[in-house]
């Protein structure tokens, strides 16, 4: 079994920035992907950022040049810069992991965007 713990949620002001964390941990052979999604509320889950195969990363278009992601990969961890705060991403955000056939969700963590 795998856990994901995500933390570096809040409360934040439109403009400002915040640093989420993810750290993997449980029975991790091979990493396949790992990143971040997203849900609003009344909307779907959707991609913000990952770590695909081979170790490209890809972000949604809404995020590109205000999102960052990164990783530490002896720690299992990944991070996800946010800088330039909107309400428009105002949401929970999630964690996600595949390894081989199975993938991995972590319970979320709320940013919220005042403006």
């Known amino acids: 079994q795998v856990r994901l713990v995500e933390s570096g949620g809040g409360l934040v002001q439109a403009g400002g920035s915040l640093r989420l964390s993810c750290a993997a941990s449980?029975?991790?052979?091979?990493?396949?992907?790992m990143g971040w999604f997203r849900q609003a509320p009344g909307k779907s889950r959707d991609l913000v950022a990952i770590?695909?195969?081979?170790?490209?990363?890809d972000y949604a278009d809404s995020v590109k040049g205000r999102f960052t992601i990164s990783r530490d990969n002896a720690k299992n961890t990944v991070y996800l810069e946010i800088s330039r705060l909107q309400p428009d991403d105002t949401a929970v955000y999630y964690c996600?992991?595949?390894?081989?056939?199975?993938?991995?969700w972590g319970q979320g963590t709320q940013v919220t965007v005042s403006s």
């Open positions: 996600n992991l595949r390894q081989l056939n199975r993938q991995y």
């Open positions: 449980g029975s991790i052979f091979v990493i396949n992907t």
């Open positions: 770590f695909n195969y081979g170790g490209r990363t």
